[in-house]
């Protein structure tokens, strides 16, 4: 069976696209965030690299009750992050150097210090400003109970009671996420035509396109209803399964038309990718589908277990649900909300996706870890369709596995009661030079959240040039990916065993074994390897190998 990534052309069906984390990649001032002019200052090294566009995670004013990710306006930079001058300056040298940029929207909620939701609180009950969010009147005789059972992502209830301006008890509202973000109600006319011209704002500076978070959130079932599942940001359902009432709703779609409309009115391939946790893939391609959004993180594939199965199944399946709809797939394996795959991977297989490791979990392998991570990414350049690159991931980095809880700024930690240790580990500030304070990270020691003294064997000047290094296994894979149009190739399976994954795609043979004993490698000359042979020649277990065919 032969399976491409789909009709779909332009630059975006098969980029490989860098996610910066801003307050983690490169600090410029040293107060130990990273920052705009640190992301500028750094550029080249994605150059080197070979990626083609950088996503940047949020950098908008907030009070950072989630990293960014609470907005309080869409239209400027945090003095955290530098200033509008500073976003213009970056977006033009990435340009000049060929590389697009992608910022991040938050539509789902703003932040509570956002000037809509403090004219919310101010005007009351029964307001045009209170329709913007989701207020509601509490249950039970007072109305002190919460309007319904939600839970919040991070933990505890959805909901958070308000005083009212003549200092009584209050109304209700909604926020899936931290109380610091008030969920939207997208019902509102207001709300819609704001974030059309959010969009042209940033359209207007040049950008790229949009990874829409939470995008399969906007739109919550009319009648708010009770669910007494525990709370996951993941809808996970099968299709004939109950659809959780505030995830993946039919009325989400109308608004991606909307914004797919207004990015076509724009010239250049401008680009909008579904942040969506939404399965089965054939659910996650209705964002796809030509008149609504360009891509969507494929969530299924990060989760996927490191067996030859899982891996076959969820590969076949990704391409066929995309090719329904002609978009093409997208492959991601590490991002700000996940343990980093150098660290998952070494658990062992089948452990349930891990929300963060600390002190007394179990530790991963982390040399199994970091093997198998090269392996899954090796692998996963050679599919065709767009990948997603996390910063770090280039270097290998783990996940910081042993921070002390003390240090911790996720929400989800206290917001948990101190049961999920959420994200910390995969944000911490990325070394780039061994023997610089902060590895480099900047002109300081200072860093948000404390770096692992073995940053040092990771520092890009350490792996720089040194044969074998995962950095220079990434930009071989990047740059023979290039070479060979793999993003835009056909999959065409050869083996798909228990132990044994093969496939060629154009003129190249990729082999994954998984299995407990060393394979032979496909005939033709070795072009990338994730870890040396055997010396028979012979692939090792949890190694992946391209063979140029003869
Ligand atoms: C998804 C983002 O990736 C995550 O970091 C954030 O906490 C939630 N959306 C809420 O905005
Ligand atoms: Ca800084």
Not at 228 to 245: A, F, M, N, T
Not at 351 to 374: F, K, S
Not at 502 to 526: C, H, K, M, Q, Y
Request: aromatic residues 10%; contains cysteine; proline residues 9%.
């Amino acid at each position: 069976m032969e399976q491409s990534a789909g009709p779909a052309t332009g630059w975006w069906t098969e980029a490989v696209i860098y996610q910066i984390y801003p307050r983690s990649f490169a600090d410029s001032n040293g107060d130990g965030i990273g920052d705009l002019p640190g992301i500028t200052a750094r550029l080249d090294h994605l150059v080197e690299l070979g990626v083609d566009a950088v996503w940047l995670s949020p950098f908008y004013p907030s009070p950072q009750a989630d990293a960014g990710y609470d907005v309080a306006d869409y239209r400027d930079v945090d003095p955290l992050f530098g200033t509008l001058a500073d976003a213009d300056k970056l977006i033009t040298e990435a340009r000049s150097r060929g590389l697009r940029v992608i910022v991040d929207l938050v539509p789902n909620h703003t932040s509570s210090a956002h000037r809509w939701f403090t004219a919310a609180l101010a005007a009351g009950p029964g307001s045009p400003e209170r329709d913007r969010y989701v207020f509601r009147d509490g249950t039970g005789a007072d109305g002190d109970q919460p309007p319904n059972d939600w839970q919040s992502v991070f933990g505890g209830p959805a909901w958070t009671r308000v005083t009212e301006p003549d200092g009584r008890p209050g109304q209700w509202y909604l926020h899936l996420f931290d109380p610091g973000q008030p969920d939207l109600n997208w019902d509102n006319p207001d709300v819609r035509a704001e974030f059309l011209d959010v969009l042209r704002f940033w359209l207007d500076r040049g950008v790229d396109g949009f990874r829409v978070d939470v995008a399969h959130g906007l739109i919550k079932q009319a009648d708010l209803a009770d669910w007494q599942e525990p709370q996951e940001i993941l809808s996970g359902r099968e299709v004939d399964k109950p659809r959780p009432p505030m995830w993946d709703q039919d009325g989400v779609h109308e608004i991606y038309r909307d914004w797919r409309a207004l990015l076509d009115s724009y010239p250049g391939e401008r680009i909008l990718v579904a942040e969506a946790w939404v399965e089965p893939a054939e659910r996650l391609a209705r964002y796809v589908r030509p008149d609504e959004m360009h891509q969507a993180f494929n969530f299924e594939y990060l989760l996927a277990s490191w067996t030859a199965p899982a891996q076959y199944a969820v590969i076949t399946r990704s391409l066929e649900a995309t090719d329904t709809v002609g978009a093409p797939t997208t492959w991601v394996l590490s991002n700000h909300d996940v343990v980093r795959h150098a660290s998952r991977l070494g658990l062992p297989v089948g452990t349930p996706r891990p929300h963060g490791i600390g002190i007394g979990d179990e530790q991963p392998d982390t040399a199994l870890g970091l093997r198998r991570a090269r392996a899954a990414t090796l692998l996963m350049l050679a599919l065709p369709g767009s990948a997603y690159l996390y910063q770090g991931e280039e270097l290998g980095l783990p996940e910081h596995t042993t921070m002390p809880d003390e240090a911790r700024q996720d929400p989800t930690w206290e917001r948990s009661g101190h049961t999920l240790r959420g994200r910390d580990g995969c944000r911490v500030p990325i070394p780039w030079e061994a023997d610089a304070p902060s590895y480099g990270f900047g002109p300081t020691d200072a860093s948000w959240l404390p770096q692992p003294p073995l940053w040092a064997e990771f520092a890009l000047d350490r792996q720089r040039g040194v044969p074998g290094s995962t950095y220079e296994l990434y930009r071989t894979a990047l740059r023979l990916r290039r070479e060979h149009g793999l993003g835009r190739g056909t999959l065409a399976w050869l083996a798909t065993g228990d132990e044994v994954l093969s496939f060629r795609n154009d003129g190249l043979t990729v082999l994954t074994n998984f299995g407990p004993a060393a394979v032979p490698a496909p005939a033709g000359e070795l072009v990338a390897t994730s870890a040396p042979l055997t010396d028979d020649g012979l692939v090792p277990t949890d190694v992946t190998v391209w063979v140029r065919s003869a």
